[in-house]
């Protein structure tokens, strides 16, 4: 294989388990030549994703609670003292009170849809902020969205405001950063087996519906993502930014 981004360095925030959105996307770019820092949510999630780690040859594995003070600021003045700048960030996670995803819009909660928005959405601009300045020579930025984001999807609930809201910081960010060629995209893929997913109600038959609807006749896996965002992040896509992504085999464009 090609290691088109060999030299690259890259950060892949999100990794839960082998099944991970986040875990296709370290695995793609570490094929194509790139090296990798990995984070972990907490010491439990550690047990499931330090091994990944390892079997990626990640140079950097970290902690990462956006929602504790700090940490943050501590993993990106890790990669500036150990990797001295960084060409590309991506942004995985996504979370919202339970009683809060399972509910209504109606009935989603102040705090709730403050959480959400938080981690899911203000997370990644905060990541960009501290990134920004370690990508001299410019880079690219990558957060997880989702159809729900556009449309109505049954179930989705708060968090297809919030993605809507990721997607809308994710071009203004590509409009704020241009000037400094680093490129920023979202990512929509097709529903997958994710353990973020099992939060969702009926996933089953979103899962379904959305095979159904492919015309390719299949839905994307944790590679597909992987690889699109590595695509994304070669220069044969240097003039390409702002976007939403979808790679879920077509299912967006039928109705």
Excluded at 149 to 154: H, L, N, P, R, T
Aim: with cysteine; net charge neutral; proline share 4%.
């Amino acid at each position: 294989m090609n290691l088109v981004l060999k030299g690259t360095k890259a950060l892949v925030v999100g990794i839960a388990n082998e099944h991970s959105i986040a875990y296709g996307c370290a695995a793609a770019f570490r094929s194509l030549g790139a090296e990798l820092a990995l984070t972990y949510l907490n010491d439990k999630a550690r047990t499931y994703v330090e091994p990944l780690a390892k079997a990626l040859e990640a140079s950097i594995f970290a902690p990462l609670d956006v929602s504790k003070a700090g940490e943050l600021e501590a993993l990106f003045e890790r990669i500036a003292r150990e990797w001295g700048g960084l060409d590309v960030l991506v942004h995985s996670i996504a979370w919202a009170p339970k009683e809060d995803l399972q509910g209504g819009l109606l009935d989603c909660s102040a705090s709730g849809f403050g959480q959400a928005i938080d981690i899911s959405c203000h997370s990644f601009v905060r990541m960009a902020r501290l990134a920004a300045p370690l990508m001299k020579e410019g880079g690219s930025m990558f957060a997880m969205s989702f159809h729900g984001a556009q449309k109505v999807v049954a179930n989705y609930n708060v968090m297809g405001p919030v993605k809507a809201a990721l997607e809308a910081a994710c071009r203004y960010l590509a409009f704020e950063l241009g000037p400094k060629k680093i490129r920023v995209h979202a990512i929509s893929p097709g529903p997958l087996k994710t353990r973020a997913a099992s939060g969702l109600k009926d996933f089953d038959q979103l899962v379904n519906d959305a095979r159904t609807r492919a015309p390719v006749g299949e839905l994307a896996d944790i590679m597909d993502v992987g690889f699109a965002c590595a695509y994304l992040a070669t220069p044969y896509a240097r003039h390409m930014t702002g976007d939403t992504v979808y790679v879920d085999g077509g299912a967006h464009i039928v109705a």
